[in-house]
């Protein structure tokens, strides 16, 4: 990796895209009547074959105040300015040579233009623009791209008339550091944070250069995020790695790395699998996701099932570009473009992707902002087309480059890097709380360890969370091998049902009700004990759904279905009693006979699916077995169930 993975090699190319820097103004017939000032110009020429720019500067100072016309001694110095990173000087002195000599030497007004341009001040740089394309002298110019700085020149004074809410607070000493940190990613709960640090390279290593790319972790304990430490091999190596995302339960992280043996272009994007507090040896995606170009920067989905990744590939719109690529039958497909309405002819990277699968923050320089890289967001339609991106405004963005931006589940702080704030090093690790319109569709998680109910011992079992009204699989996970923890994000405004499963061992099954549009959701903390499959055992179909007062099955309903008759199939010798219960309201023979015919809607569907009769009963109880109280609603909702119960193994 050339320079930080979040910027990559196109920091070194960005002077060329912003037309900052026009080289070789010695080249020009200086005019100059003035020897001193001929005498210190050409001396600071010399001076700049060297690269030593203080006595280049110090040299044309002393040029220009021989001769105050001095045109071309205003130019170089403005250039020698530019080059010092001194935008305020360097203004100053382009605006010299317009004074002197703009009539003469329009590049003059180009110069002012894009160095004000490049420090924020868009109304000076707007007129400095229009000036240079008026000009009767500039005939072979090309208008395109300067048309396109005026139009973002209109954009950013409009944009900085209306600022946005922007308090960002410093991570602190615990994550930060005098090295440089990047590029955030968090788990669902928000207690785990991987990032990016470009450290000075330990000499006992392998590998060229002073400095390289590793990730660190810290996680966050009471409220307190702890010391950031690095995480050991094989996730991190001799070479740089960096540019990551990771699954919402942690479980998975998909990140960059360049230059390698096995790699298929100058950078690929690799996953590595955690068990424990262990990482499997890193992948390479293969040469279908990664290609002969450069591809990195991933954010995954929370389903699991998208990739998107910026990439340099054929095919694309402009420089970089923002692909996807999603889990089909024999996994990921071949990546599609984002199109027109993500990508520009210009550069777009660093997307992240937030848990509510349809909200896309990304940087780019090609759609209106304010010269650089601006962040922008993006929310996919009910057919899953992405809308117009919208930029995050002003001074989220601002005159600097801002690249990379991610949200946390919740969607109410964003997370980001930044050199402009001061902070412990360079590059700092920042969070600010998200004003309203810029944030994503809320989102929760469920969280806890499966266990064998008997033992207690920890489990890996599989989770599926289902879409009830779409009957689709949205997430699959299976919950840690070594502690059974897990960790589920819950995209709000769907129903959910939850089904945990292992061989040998009955399911568990869980609703979650979160349609519609919520300002608060708090996380769901439950821990899931598995029982082994034995006569005698009970479990409460909670995805089993009736209309009030009715026995007939609602459609929602089938999924839980299949998982029970999965489980019939698997296990030939299984014969149960499948029953119904109801709350106190009503009359104790209406609730019998309703609950009855609520389980003989459900034996009738095992029949039908092919489970012969003589291995299923059912009963109606009523409200003759409550499992709660009658007195509240909620409780009265627990007690309305159906049940099966193993009669024999």
Request: charge should be negative; glycine fraction near 8%.
């Amino acid at each position: 990796m050339k320079t930080k993975l979040f910027v990559l090699f196109y920091s070194s190319i960005l002077i060329i895209l912003l037309g900052l820097h026009l080289p070789a103004f010695a080249q020009f017939d200086i005019d100059t009547k003035s020897k001193t000032a001929e005498k210190a110009y050409y001396k600071a020429t010399t001076y700049l074959n060297n690269k030593n720019y203080d006595e280049a500067a110090t040299e044309l100072q002393k040029a220009v105040r021989a001769d105050p016309n001095f045109t071309e001694g205003w130019l170089l110095l403005g250039d020698v300015y530019s080059d010092m990173k001194n935008a305020d000087d360097a203004i100053d002195s382009y605006n010299e040579a317009i004074n002197h000599g703009g009539e003469t030497h329009p590049i003059a007004y180009y110069l002012a233009a894009s160095a004000e341009y490049n420090a924020g001040k868009y109304k000076e740089a707007k007129e400095h623009f229009e000036a240079y394309l008026s000009h009767p002298k500039v005939s072979n110019a090309k208008t395109e791209p300067i048309a396109k700085k005026i139009k973002n020149c209109e954009f950013a004074i409009e944009a900085m008339k209306h600022p946005v809410p922007f308090e960002p607070i410093n991570m602190g000493d615990s994550v930060n550091s005098p090295n440089d940190e990047y590029l955030p990613a968090l788990t669902a709960d928000e207690n785990t944070l991987i990032i990016t640090v470009r450290r000075p390279r330990n000499q006992m290593t392998l590998g060229a250069g002073t400095e390289e790319e590793d990730f660190y972790i810290s996680r966050r304990i009471n409220g307190i995020w702890s010391k950031a430490r690095v995480l050991p091999p094989p996730l991190n190596s001799h070479g740089n790695e960096g540019a990551q995302c990771i699954s919402p339960d942690g479980n998975y992280i998909y990140f960059t790395a360049c230059n390698r043996e096995e790699g298929f272009g100058s950078c690929d994007i690799y996953y590595s699998k955690r068990v424990g507090n262990t990482w499997s040896n890193p992948v390479n995606l293969g040469p279908l996701i990664n290609s002969t170009k450069w591809d990195s920067q991933p954010s995954l989905s929370s389903d699991g099932k998208t990739i998107y990744f910026t990439s340099a590939r054929l095919g694309g719109k402009g420089g970089m570009d923002l692909w996807q690529t999603t889990m089909g039958p024999n996994g990921f497909t071949a990546p599609e473009n984002l199109g027109d309405s993500i990508n520009t002819d210009g550069n777009e990277m660093s997307p992240f992707v937030h848990s509510d699968n349809k909200t896309l923050y990304f940087a780019s320089d090609g759609h209106p902002g304010f010269g650089k890289y601006d962040i922008f967001v993006s929310r996919k339609d009910t057919n899953g087309v992405w809308g117009k991106p919208k930029n995050l405004g002003y001074p989220i963005n601002s005159s600097a480059e801002e690249i990379n931006l991610m949200v946390n589940n919740t969607g109410n702080y964003a997370y980001f890097s930044s050199d402009k704030l001061g902070g412990l090093g360079k590059y700092d690790l920042y969070y600010f709380e998200l004003y309203d319109e810029a944030r994503p569709q809320m989102a929760t998680y469920l969280k806890g360890i499966v266990y064998d109910e008997e033992t207690k011992k920890p489990l890996a079992a599989k989770f599926e969370l289902i879409d009830l009204s779409k009957k689709a699989t949205t997430i699959e996970s299976t919950s840690d091998a070594e502690n059974g923890s897990f960790l589920v994000s819950l995209p709000s405004d769907r129903n959910y049902a939850l089904n945990v499963s292992l061989d040998g061992y009955l399911f568990y099954s869980e609703n979650f009700t979160l349609s519609g549009v919520h300002s608060n959701l708090k996380p769901y903390l439950k821990d899931i004990p598995l029982k082994p499959i034995k006569t005698g055992e009970i479990v409460i179909l909670k995805n089993i759904f009736f209309n009030t007062d009715e026995f007939n099955l609602e459609k929602e309903s089938k999924v839980e279905l299949e998982k029970l008759l999965q489980l019939l199939q698997k296990n030939s010798k299984i014969k149960i009693e499948i029953s119904g219960h109801t709350d106190n309201l009503g009359s104790e023979q209406h609730n019998v006979a309703l609950s009855k015919s609520r389980a003989k809607s459900v034996y009738d569907y095992l029949v039908n699916a092919g489970i012969k009769a003589d291995r299923l009963t059912y009963m109606g109880y009523g409200i003759s077995k409550p499992i709660d109280t009658n007195d509240t609603e909620a409780g009265r909702a627990n007690n309305r169930r159906t049940e099966f119960k193993i009669t024999q193994n």
